[in-house]
């Protein structure tokens, strides 16, 4: 089985795959201040309670947007699966054509969508990650990798928001009914969530302006609030939890023996 590791900025997302199965998937915090022994505890612990063994993985392949926790979870995966991790860096086989002005400066994750998206789903069609960054992709009808646009989380806009306005208050994210809504708290809601999927839709529509075309372009969607802005929009076409963590095992079978 191979396991695979996607490092975002808040989560550390991991699944197990048997050939094309999921066989698990589990997540854990990102925290730079945990030493490579209390992940390897906490990973160890998830396989065992799934009824798996460190012995059960055959090979190991590793995205990260976190540079300075890339050493740590290197380590852990080598002293608590006794595995040298393939890792999604420049250079690795993609088996995509990335028509980026400079490719090395694409992040892991979005190679991982960009090769995940081309296989699942084919061309044309965008791709969002809603992740700490909102990432959007476009896969050409080719299977090209075209690029994409970068804005900031619904998390992150919404923690500027109370960080900048001093009377503004810290508010969970949840979707009001309505739009027009009576107290401060609901209002923020309203204008940060539905905000967020005005926001969507039309970064969505301007990418199928750009792409042409007549045939219908798919919008695949994946992260934690990607079923809140779907909820509210009919720009999304799917929503696939597991899309990194997809490309992250077909870059293991394009790569293990490269």
């Known amino acids: 089985m191979i396991l695979t590791l996607d490092v975002g900025n808040t989560n550390i997302k991991c699944a197990l795959y048997e050939d094309e199965e999921l066989k698990k998937a589990w997540r854990m915090s990102t925290d730079r201040h945990k030493t490579h ?72 994750d979005r190679i991982c969508n960009a090769v995940a998206a081309q296989r699942y789903y084919g061309g044309p069609c965008i791709f969002i990650d809603f992740g700490t960054a909102t990432t959007f992709g476009v896969i050409s009808k080719k299977g090209e990798f075209l ?4 804005c900031p989380g619904l998390k992150l806009s919404s923690e500027a928001l109370t960080e900048r306005a001093a009377q503004l208050p810290k508010v969970e994210l949840v979707k009001p009914e309505t739009v027009i809504t009576r107290n401060t708290i609901s209002n923020m809601q309203a204008g940060i969530v539905y905000g967020y999927v005005g926001q969507v839709d039309y970064i969505v529509r301007k990418m199928k302006s ?38 992250l095992r077909l870059l293991y079978e394009r790569n293990a023996r490269a």
């Open 37 to 108: 022994d209390e992940y390897g505890v906490l990973l160890s612990m998830f396989l065992a309670n799934a009824g798996f063994d460190k012995r059960d993985v055959e090979g190991v392949i590793l995205s990260s947007v976190v540079p300075t926790i890339n050493y740590t979870i290197e380590h852990m995966i080598d002293d608590y699966i006794g595995k040298t991790p393939i890792q999604v860096v420049p250079g690795i086989k993609t088996g995509i054509n990335i028509r980026y002005d400079n490719p090395q400066a694409l992040g892991a």
């Open 147 to 150: 690029g994409g646009a970068i």
């Open 210 to 247: 750009e792409i042409g075309g007549t045939e219908h372009i798919r919008v695949i969607a994946t992260g934690g609030l990607s079923r809140m802005i779907a909820s509210e929009t009919s720009t999304i076409d799917i929503i696939d939890g597991l899309l990194t963590l997809k490309g």
